[in-house]
C-alpha cells in the first residue's frame, strides 16, 4: 500500500471536497491516505495554522477556496513546499462561466444558505424519520416515494439519504403474515418502489445484526428456507401491484438511491407533460 497525507483545504465545511476525494480514492486500491480536512479556513491566520499542519506532514492538497489572496498563499506556500495543489472546482467554474457568460459570485459556503432548498432538505428529513417503518400510513399522499421490502434491504438509511436530497421517502417493511397497509393500494401518482436481495445475502446481514445485539439463538429470522419463502412472497406483491423493483444485493445506498431518484423524476416529468 503506498501510504500518503492528503489535506482539503476549505473556506466552507468541505463536504464537497470530502466526497471528491472519496469518489477518486476508490479508484486506486494501493492507495492508503490519511485525510486531513482543514474547514472554514477564511483569514489568513486560520490559513497560516493550516499551512504549518500541511508542511508537518507533507502530501497532496485539495481545495475549494473562493478568496483570491488565500489562494495565492496557499498555492505559494504548496510550491515552495513542492507540494500538488489541486484547485477542484476551477474546471467547473471555467466552464460554467464561459457557458453562461457571466462570472460566479465569490461567496464562501453558498451551497449551504438557509434558502428555501435547505428547508425543504429539513422538512423531508422530518417526514422520513416520522413515516420509518410503517409508520404514520395514513399520511402517504405526502410523500414522494414509498419503499417497500423485506428485513435488511436498507429502506430506512436510503429514505434518510433521499430526505438529504429533499425528497419525502416513507418505507414500509413486508413482516411474514401481515398484510401491507391498504393505503399503499391508493398512491396514485406516487413513486412506490420494492427492495429485494437475494436470501444469502440477506441471512448473512441479519445474522450479524443478530450478533450486534448478542442473540445468538437461530430462529426463522435466520433460515435460508424462510427467508427464500419471505423474498418469493415479497416479489409476488410487486408484481401484483406493478411496482418498480430495486435489487439491492450489489448496490450501494446511494446507487439504490439514484435509481429512484430517476424514477421520481420520470413520474415527475410524465406529469408534468
Same mark, same amino acid.
Given at each position: ?13 468541505g463536504?464537497?471536497?470530502?466526497? $471528491?476525494?472519496k ?5 486506486f486500491?494501493?492507495?492508503d ?11 489568513? #491566520? ?8 500541511i508542511?508537518e506532514?507533507? =502530501?497532496?492538497?485539495?481545495f475549494?477556496?473562493?478568496?483570491q489572496?488565500l489562494?495565492?498563499? $496557499?498555492?505559494?506556500?504548496?510550491r515552495?513546499?513542492?507540494? !500538488? %495543489?489541486?484547485p477542484?472546482?476551477? !474546471?467547473?467554474l471555467?466552464?460554467?462561466? /464561459? ?11 453558498r451551497?449551504?444558505?438557509? /434558502?428555501?432548498e ?6 423531508a428529513m ?9 409508520? =404514520?400510513?395514513?399520511e402517504?399522499?405526502g ?6 421490502g423485506?428485513?435488511?434491504t436498507? #429502506?430506512?438509511?436510503? %429514505?434518510i439519504?433521499?430526505? /438529504? ?11 411474514p ?9 391508493d398512491?396514485?401518482? #406516487?413513486?412506490?418502489? =420494492? ?5 444469502? @445475502? ?5 445474522r /450479524?445484526? $443478530?450478533l450486534? $445485539?448478542n ?10 428456507d ?5 423474498v418469493?412472497?415479497?416479489? #409476488?406483491?410487486?408484481s401484483? @401491484?406493478?411496482w ?15 435509481a429512484?431518484?430517476n ?10 407533460a
Amino acid at each position: 500500500m503506498t501510504k500518503f497525507h492528503l489535506h482539503l483545504v476549505s473556506d466552507a465545511t468541505g463536504e464537497t471536497l470530502v466526497s $471528491l476525494a472519496k469518489a477518486a480514492l476508490v479508484q486506486f486500491e494501493s492507495a492508503d491516505a490519511t485525510s486531513h480536512l482543514w474547514s472554514m479556513v477564511r483569514t489568513k #491566520k486560520q490559513m497560516q495554522d493550516t499551512l504549518e499542519a500541511i508542511a508537518e506532514h507533507p =502530501g497532496i492538497v485539495m481545495f475549494t477556496l473562493v478568496d483570491q489572496s488565500l489562494r495565492e498563499v $496557499l498555492q505559494d506556500a504548496c510550491r515552495e513546499l513542492k507540494t !500538488p %495543489c489541486v484547485p477542484v472546482l476551477d !474546471p467547473v467554474l471555467a466552464a460554467l462561466a /464561459n457557458y453562461l457568460g457571466a462570472e460566479s459570485r465569490e461567496q464562501p459556503g453558498r451551497q449551504h444558505a438557509m /434558502n428555501a432548498e435547505y428547508f425543504s432538505r429539513i422538512d423531508a428529513m422530518h417526514y422520513c424519520l416520522s413515516h420509518d417503518d410503517g409508520q =404514520g400510513a395514513n399520511e402517504f399522499e405526502g410523500a414522494d416515494v414509498v419503499l417497500v421490502g423485506v428485513s435488511r434491504t436498507s #429502506k430506512t438509511p436510503t %429514505c434518510i439519504y433521499l430526505a /438529504n436530497r429533499g425528497i419525502k421517502a416513507a418505507n414500509v417493511p413486508i413482516v411474514p403474515g401481515i398484510p401491507l397497509p391498504m393505503e399503499l393500494d391508493d398512491l396514485n401518482g #406516487k413513486v412506490v418502489v =420494492g427492495l429485494t436481495a437475494s436470501p444469502d @445475502r440477506l441471512v448473512q446481514i441479519r445474522r /450479524n445484526r $443478530l450478533l450486534s $445485539l448478542n442473540e445468538n439463538d437461530e430462529t426463522d429470522y435466520v433460515d435460508i428456507d424462510v427467508v427464500k419463502a419471505e423474498v418469493a412472497h415479497a416479489r #409476488k406483491e410487486f408484481s401484483r @401491484r406493478k411496482w418498480p423493483v430495486i435489487d439491492v444485493t450489489r448496490r450501494s445506498i446511494e446507487e439504490t438511491a439514484a435509481a429512484i431518484i430517476n424514477l421520481h423524476s420520470r413520474r415527475q416529468e410524465a406529469q408534468d407533460a
